[in-house]
Nanobody, 122 residues
Framework: QVQLVESGGGLVQPGGSLRLSCAASGSGFTIYTMGWYRQAPGNQRELVAAIGTGGSTTYADSVKGRFTISRDNAKNTVYLQMDSLKREDTAAYYC????????????????WGQGTQVTVSS
């Protein structure tokens, strides 16, 4: 079982910055892809950014050049640095990790954080 604890959301003015963190804990698994999704009221959950074990990254077009995803494998933690925030970035942000169990046969699974609210408003 994997537990995810998110932090770093809040209220920020347009043009401001926030840094989200998501720490994974548990045992018996290896973490592969880590990512951030967001969901605004009335919208579907969408991928914001993802990072592989080797550091390869993927970003939504809407956040390219403004957001940076990174990870600390020793701490099983993923970060999302959000700069030049816009009102349309307002949403609940969810951490996601893809893991593989150590048991044989191996089982893969996705886990989600509880969500942290980001509100961009003046």
């Amino acid at each position: 079982q994997v537990q995810l604890v998110e932090s770093g959301g809040g209220l920020v003015q347009p043009g401001g910055s926030l840094r989200l963190s998501c720490a994974a804990s548990g045992s018996g698994f290896t973490i592969y892809t880590m990512g951030w999704y967001r969901q605004a009221p009335g919208n579907q959950r969408e991928l914001v950014a993802a990072i592989g074990t080797g550091g390869s990254t993927t970003y939504a077009d809407s956040v390219k050049g403004r957001f940076t995803i990174s990870r600390d494998n020793a701490k099983n933690t993923v970060y999302l640095q959000m700069d030049s925030l816009k009102r349309e970035d307002t949403a609940a942000y969810y951490c996601n990790v893809h893991v593989m169990s150590w048991q044989r046969p191996a089982v893969s699974a996705d886990y989600w954080g509880q969500g942290t609210q980001v509100t961009v408003s003046s």
